[in-house]
Structure formats: C-alpha cells, structure tokens
C-alpha cells in the first residue's frame, strides 16, 4: 500500500491552512482597530457639536443644562446618579489626587437645574435636604474650586442614597442629612 498523501503535500496543506487563518485573525483584528477608531471619532464628533452650540450661543452654562440629555425620573434617580458621580469622582482618594472642575462644575449645575424645578414633599425633611446641598452645588456650577463643596455635597448624596433608596454599599454615615439624621 501506498502513502496516501507525501511529505510535500503535507506541509503545503499545512501551510496553506496557516496563511488563512493568520490572514482570518488579521481581517479580524483589522475590523476591530476600525470599528473602535469609528466609535472614538463618533464620540469626538459629538463633544465638539455640543462645544460648538455652546460657543455660539454665547451662555455656556444654560446651553449644557438644555442641551444635556440627561433627566432624572425622581429624587431617588438623581439622588443615586449623582452619588455615583461624585464617588467615581472624588470618592475613595480622588478628592486628593485632583479635581476636574470643570466636569464638576458641569455636573452640579445638571442637579442643581433639576433640584430647583422640583418640590420635595416625601418624605417631608428631603426639601430641606435639597435646599441645603443645592447651596453647596450653587458654589461648584459657579466656578468654585473649594474642595469642601464637593466633599460636603458628596456626603449629603451619600446619606440621601441610604435614606431614599436603601444604599447598602457604605462603611459611614456622615450625619448631615435631616432624612437619614445620624443613621
């Protein structure tokens, strides 16, 4: 009996079968690194048309609350959010490490826009509440760089997430809160 396929033949299959699938992973590849460029030059495209409507407009400020397409469905919504900010932003060391002011500052006027259209009625101290954190937001959207604002507006977020929403995930409670009191 003879041998079915050569040594020759052999490896030119073998070969043959390693060109494809590297050029299959390097199609592969390829499509990703463009697919993620796409992604990066869709996001950059979108922050400056938003930059842009600003500039044009001429009052930055009211321009990012309008053209913000962030809303918050109630008190317990914003109140989560905007704990999440401030603890991915601030929290755990990064109030030390350094402070984008200008995220900051952005940010505490979207929850300020939202805090000052609203009424807060249950439970009947959250107005209180909210009245006492917009002064410390008020401070960041107008440009202040004291860290003690945020700190403080952090913790009003963070003992109104345990009251409002049950938040679990917490070593403290910092007492400031006329909702939790002192936990």
Avoid: C
């Avoid at 932003?89 to 805090?115: C, M, N, P």
């Avoid at 259209?117 to 249950?122: C, K, P």
């Amino acid at each position: 009996m003879g041998r079915l396929f050569s040594f020759k033949g052999l490896m030119t299959i073998l070969l043959i079968l390693m060109a494809g699938a590297l050029g299959f992973f390097g199609i592969m590849i390829f499509t990703d690194i463009n697919d993620n460029n796409k992604t990066e030059n869709t996001a950059t495209d979108t922050v400056e048309q938003e930059e842009d409507s600003q500039s044009e407009s001429g009052n930055n400020a009211e321009t990012s609350e309008t053209s913000s397409t962030t809303t918050f469905e109630d008190a317990g919504d914003l109140i989560s959010r905007a704990h999440s900010f401030y603890n991915d932003t601030t929290g755990y060391g990064e109030l030390d490490d350094g402070v984008d002011w200008k995220a900051q500052s952005e940010q505490a006027g979207r929850f300020l826009s939202y805090i000052k259209n609203q009424s807060f009625e249950d439970p009947p101290t959250l107005q209180a509440d909210m009245d006492a954190v917009s002064n410390y937001l008020e401070e960041i959207a107008n440009g202040s760089q004291d860290k003690s604002n945020v700190k403080n507006a952090h913790r009003y977020f963070h003992d109104l997430d345990i009251a409002i929403n049950d938040f679990t995930n917490y070593k403290e409670v910092w007492g400031v809160t006329e909702t939790l009191g002192n936990g």
